[in-house]
């Protein structure tokens, strides 16, 4: 098994040195090798370049990303999901919409946190090149009509579209309690009105969640 990170004794946790892990099998070794393989091809080689233009090629990582089985990884076959070998099951996590062992998922952030000591720019877009986990989708996915699935889930799932959760604003931070932004109903529509600041994402997302208050 191939050894991963430092080979300090005790510097690493026992999985990354080829050591058994109650957590990590086989299966979780060849997803983080398969992680680590698009990292040193697709992001290492470019991360001076991107941090000169202080940002990414966001739409052509995520498609890469895809195409790899990373960027879908989390998410359900049926809106263009694809779960890593080995990592589908009745997990209870805090969504029903997960069916992938959550330690795919912690494999695949470790792998790309690694990056972040090399590059700035990476580090402010990471998220634009990973998987949306626990702020858009699955809100959309538990609690979306399917009008709204149809229509959005399936191209933020393969990386065609981006998305991200507007919950934080200029005057409160994220505290939700103190939320101001306002969403009238009128007709068949929503009016919303405030301020939202310091949204992951925000800049260049396609759909947004946006916490609002719709009465007093």
């Known amino acids: 098994m191939r050894q991963f990170g430092s080979e300090v004794p005790f510097a690493e946790p026992p999985d990354l ?34 941090d000169e233009a202080g940002d ?14 990373i960027y879908g990884a989390t998410w359900p076959r049926e809106f263009g999901g694809t779960p890593p070998e080995g990592s589908e099951g009745p997990w209870h996590g805090s969504w029903e919409a997960v069916k992938v062992d959550p330690f795919f998922d912690f494999i695949l952030w470790d792998e790309l946190v690694c990056l972040d000591s090399l590059s700035k720019s990476l580090r402010a877009h990471e998220h634009r090149i990973a998987p949306d986990r626990g702020s858009f989708l699955e809100r959309l996915v538990v609690y979306g009509s399917d009008a709204l699935k149809k229509r959005i889930v399936a191209d933020c799932v393969t990386g065609a579209k981006s998305c991200c959760l507007a919950v934080t604003e200029p005057s409160g931070g994220s505290d939700v309690g103190s939320i101001k932004t306002t969403a009238v109903r009128e007709g ?29």
């Open 188 to 216: 068949d529509y929503y009016i919303v009105n405030g301020a939202k600041k310091w949204i992951t994402g925000g800049m260049k997302a396609d759909f947004f969640t946006v916490l609002c208050r719709t009465g007093n």
């Open 56 to 69: 990414i090629p966001a739409e052509e990582l995520r498609r890469k990303a895809y195409a790899a089985g």
């Open 17 to 50: 040195q080829g050591q058994y892990s109650p957590y990590y099998g086989e299966h979780h070794h060849r997803w983080r090798v398969q992680c680590r393989k698009f990292v040193e091809e697709e992001l290492l080689p470019h991360v001076e370049e991107w």
